[in-house]
């Protein structure tokens, strides 16, 4: 519906006049050689997915037939610069290596313009030209990098037949007398292209094809930080995992579309603008506007479809459902020059929508909390343009502005995001607080219960502790003497001996995230000569989380965070006491029980990715799988962990640390972020499926599921 805007100008601003767009035609780059003046009649090949909207990598991946005609499409190495990625001045008016450029074909609008709408992407023409990454300062990675990097116009990146140098052990099996797994030596590496990619769902949910392009991403760029750390190399982990992902055809929703995106949520939140580009959210990987062509009616127009507003520009953000976003160009990043910004390309196509009044995907940009040189970024939803206008910015120059309004009836995001940054400022703001903080001081922060559904006051009764309760050390947990390294643990260290028990590497990156899932992850301990500042300390230091405990619905309590959670973070521990086999049942059924029964598929293939780098594929089966023997029961004493609930597709899994070297060594259950998690997501785990071969040790009867997730198995153990 057109509504009369009540904008009125100030002196120092000028309302938009928009001249015919014969004359202001956007004159779209031709990326991978495409001549677009003279464009062949002849269509482009294109692959289409049964599904409709995903690439080849899933399904008919390993058709050779479909995988040699598959496009590599490239993420926008410049462009439009709304998110304050102004990098139009190092590339001109041409976009190097652009593969989701404006479409070919033009795809025709109907009524409703929040249906996805799909066009031909000038990907889709065969190219040898090589993949052209950008580097996006915007997008920083909380691990440092040393060394020299190159300029911001951008780094070239060749399409990886395989990467050399790169050799990995096997984490979760042991060579060697001394309890160290040996690097395989690699005589001859596969090309990414010819690997096995079984690891990839056969599944047309939409859902979980974005889900597992992400973790194959992240997964990658965990292992490349660790590789790129032994070997003192200062490479962006991210767009070298993001190119793998490219040049293998791995990604989602390749198609650009008006309107919302299968598979992706409003509300998810992602740490790096190269996991937009591979699940097709948002196609530049630095320009802030991302737009294509298409028919309305009779008539051709540029149209902007999704924006990221990254918070450089003078960006209005205090309202959680309206966005004053500023227009592209004026900003060079390489040098201090100033200039007016032109009605042109991305700015076009936000003026052209408008008057089209076409729904445009909106992402918007915050700091990360836990990293002061990264950032957060949170897909807020649909959202219209309803006013747009001209003034100048604090730096003297002309400044398009668009105010854009979210579309009613989408689950909350940003405001979501908002509130739970206030409650960690001040929990006393968080409404239904029936305890300020339920562990008394014992946890490093308070744990808040909540309920805002019913009249409930609190769970049962329990003795709140940190540490678990063991009678006696398990017979098969060995003790290991202790590292001998000055002050920390160093990456490539060949003398570290905790190093040598995790396979050679350091499980943890710099910032404290798991690289890999493996059968134990050995933490440095009192036995070792390194400081409490050591990397490889992180789960041993409790909970550094903002947790509230809250009442459900349908499922007594759970457990969620204020805080956005990262990929392979850790979570908590499960505390509780360790009980033995033979008493497990007879006081009764214990809701509160873990056992390290087979876990469901997702968790078990946690470590995705490995062949597409020429490395020994890490195969973990149900069949395979092997329960450590241990059970913990959190009934009458335990931690927040006693308050996760199970999910058939959970959000954390458990993994065995050990750092209790001497003769009474015990493993650690730790929870880890299997995926990034929003503020305010319930955190789970799969509580194991009984119907695994290797969970027929004290094994209790089925149990009905209420996860609600599509592939609910309906019964967990």
């Given at each position: 519906m057109n509504r009369e805007s009540n904008f009125m100008p100030t002196p120092d601003q000028d309302v938009l006049e928009v001249k015919p767009l014969r004359t202001l035609a956007p004159m779209f780059p031709a990326p991978l050689g495409v001549d677009v003046l003279n464009r062949s009649t002849t269509p482009p090949l294109v692959f289409v997915a049964p599904?409709?909207?995903?690439?080849?990598?899933?399904?008919?991946?390993?058709?050779?037939?479909?995988?040699?005609?598959?496009?590599?499409?490239?993420?926008?190495?410049?462009?439009?610069?709304?998110?304050?990625?102004?990098?139009?001045?190092?590339?001109?008016?041409?976009?190097?290596?652009?593969?989701?450029?404006?479409?070919?074909?033009?795809?025709?609008?109907?009524?409703?313009?929040?249906?996805?709408?799909?066009?031909?992407?000038?990907?889709?023409?065969?190219?040898?030209?090589?993949?052209?990454i950008s580097l996006d300062d915007d997008n920083n990675d909380d691990e440092p990098y040393t060394g020299n990097q190159t300029s911001t116009s951008g780094r070239k990146i060749k399409r990886p037949s395989h990467l050399s140098g790169y050799n990995m052990s096997d984490s979760l099996g042991i060579d060697g007398s001394n309890g160290t797994k040996k690097r395989p030596k690699s005589s001859s590496r596969k090309a990414a292209n010819d690997n096995d990619l079984s690891f990839m769902p056969p599944s047309s949910d939409p859902r979980e094809i974005v889900e597992v392009v992400l973790m194959t991403f992240e997964a990658l760029r965990r292992r490349h930080l660790q590789l790129?750390?032994?070997?003192?190399?200062?490479?962006?982990?991210?767009?070298?995992?993001?190119?793998?992902?490219?040049?293998?055809?791995l990604r989602a929703n390749t198609g650009k579309r008006i309107g919302a995106i299968p598979g992706v949520e409003v509300g998810d939140i992602f740490y790096f603008r190269m996991e937009l580009c591979i699940i097709g959210l948002h196609a530049?990987?630095?320009?802030?506007?991302?737009?294509?062509?298409?028919?309305?009616?009779?008539?051709?127009?540029?149209?902007?479809?999704?924006?990221?507003?990254a918070g450089v520009y003078e960006n209005d953000d205090d309202d959680t459902d309206t966005l004053v976003y500023s227009g592209s160009g004026g900003i060079s990043r390489n040098s201090e020059e100033r200039h007016d910004?032109?009605?042109?390309?991305?700015?076009?196509?936000?003026?052209?929508?408008?008057?089209?009044?076409?729904?445009?995907?909106?992402?918007?940009?915050?700091?990360?909390?836990?990293?002061?040189?990264?950032?957060?970024?949170?897909?807020?939803?649909?959202?219209?343009?309803?006013?747009?206008?001209?003034?100048k910015t604090k730096t003297g120059i002309?400044?398009?502005?668009?105010?854009?309004?979210?579309?009613?009836?989408?689950?909350?995001?940003?405001?979501?995001?908002?509130?739970?940054?206030?409650?960690?400022?001040?929990?006393?703001?968080?409404?239904?607080?029936?305890?300020?903080?339920?562990?008394?001081?014992?946890?490093?922060?308070?744990?808040?219960?909540?309920?805002?559904?019913?009249?409930?006051?609190?769970?049962?009764?329990?003795?709140?502790?940190?540490?678990?309760?063991?009678?006696?050390?398990?017979?098969?947990m060995k003790p290991f003497q202790g590292c001998g390294c000055l002050s920390v643990c160093l990456p490539g260290d060949n003398n570290c001996v905790c190093a040598q028990h995790n396979g050679g590497d350091l499980p943890y990156s710099s910032s404290g995230l798991l690289v890999c899932r493996k059968l134990m992850v050995y933490e440095c301990g009192e036995s070792c000569q390194c400081s409490f500042n050591c990397r490889n300390r992180v789960s041993q230091k409790g909970v550094r989380i903002?947790?509230?405990?809250?009442?459900?619905?349908?499922?007594?309590?759970?457990?969620?965070?204020?805080?956005?959670?990262?990929a392979g973070s850790f979570i908590c521990e499960f505390v509780g006491e360790v009980v033995d086999d033979t008493k497990v049942n007879l006081d009764g059924e214990d809701d509160y029980l873990f056992q390290t029964v087979c876990p469901g598929e997702k968790t078990l293939k946690w470590n995705y990715g490995p062949e597409l780098i020429g490395e020994p594929s890490i195969n973990i089966s149900a069949e395979t799988f092997e329960p450590l023997p241990i059970k913990i029961s959190a009934k009458k004493m335990g931690n927040v962990a006693?308050?996760?609930?199970?999910?058939?597709?959970?959000?954390?899994?458990?993994?065995?640390?050990?750092?209790?070297?001497?003769?009474?060594?015990?493993?650690?259950?730790?929870?880890?972020?299997?995926?990034?998690?929003?503020?305010?997501?319930?955190?789970?785990?799969?509580?194991?499926?009984?119907?695994?071969?290797?969970?027929?040790?004290?094994?209790?009867?089925?149990?009905?599921?209420?996860?609600?997730?599509?592939?609910?198995?309906?019964?967990?153990s």
């Open positions: 599904a409709g909207q995903f690439s080849g990598a899933f399904g008919a991946w390993n058709n050779p037939a479909i995988r040699s005609f598959a496009a590599f499409g490239v993420p926008d190495a410049g462009g439009d610069q709304g998110a304050g990625d102004s990098q139009t001045a190092a590339f001109g008016d041409q976009e190097i290596g652009r593969g989701q450029s404006a479409a070919n074909g033009t795809p025709n609008i109907g009524t409703s313009a929040t249906e996805p709408i799909e066009a031909t992407p000038i990907s889709a023409y065969k190219s040898t030209q090589p993949i052209v790129d750390e032994t070997q003192e190399t200062s490479k962006r982990a991210d767009l070298k995992a993001g190119a793998i992902m490219l040049a293998s055809n530049p990987s630095m320009g802030g506007i991302d737009y294509m062509n298409a028919k309305f009616g009779d008539e051709d127009d540029s149209i902007a479809i999704c924006i990221v507003a910004q032109k009605l042109e390309r991305g700015n076009l196509a936000l003026e052209r929508s408008l008057s089209r009044k076409n729904v445009i995907r909106v992402v918007r940009g915050y700091k990360d909390p836990a990293c002061l040189t990264g950032k957060v970024y949170i897909y807020d939803g649909l959202y219209k343009i309803h006013e747009s206008w001209k003034e002309s400044c398009f502005k668009y105010k854009l309004q979210r579309e009613p009836g989408q689950p909350d995001a940003v405001a979501i995001w908002k509130s739970s940054q206030r409650w960690v400022e001040n929990p006393t703001a968080r409404g239904g607080v029936l305890h300020p903080d339920l562990s008394s001081g014992a946890e490093n922060l308070p744990v808040c219960l909540i309920n805002d559904v019913n009249s409930e006051k609190g769970p049962g009764h329990f003795n709140y502790i940190t540490q678990v309760k063991y009678l006696k050390p398990l017979s098969s903002h947790f509230e405990i809250f009442r459900t619905t349908n499922r007594g309590w759970g457990l969620r965070s204020w805080d956005p959670i990262r006693r308050f996760m609930n199970h999910s058939c597709n959970p959000n954390t899994f458990w993994q065995p640390v050990q750092f209790d070297h001497g003769e009474d060594s015990y493993p650690h259950i730790m929870f880890f972020a299997l995926k990034h998690i929003p503020p305010m997501t319930e955190l789970t785990y799969d509580y194991g499926d009984i119907g695994c071969e290797s969970s027929s040790v004290g094994s209790t009867r089925a149990k009905n599921c209420l996860c609600g997730s599509s592939n609910c198995r309906g019964y967990f």
